[in-house]
């Protein structure tokens, strides 16, 4: 699974905010795929900027009681 910046993702979104570029022609120029631009322009407007963000996992460690 491929992940992409933040910084990308809110370049992108902003982008096609301004206006006088389709979703198409933005995935093309950027080599991504429609869906995915789709995706990202749903949840900025859903849910603002954050939504964009990459979730961290935590890593969860695991101590050996006895």
Known sequence: ???????LKAEIVSE???G????????RKHG????????????FRLSGVDSLKR??????LRLNSK
Do not use: D, E, F, H
């Open 16 to 18: 096609y905010l301004a």
């Open 32 to 43: 991504l795929p429609k869906r995915q631009v789709s995706i990202w322009i749903q949840k």
């Open 55 to 60: 979730k961290k996992l935590g890593v969860r």
């Open 1 to 7: 699974m491929v992940k992409y910046s933040s910084k």
């Open 20 to 27: 006088g570029i389709s979703m198409n022609s933005l995935a």
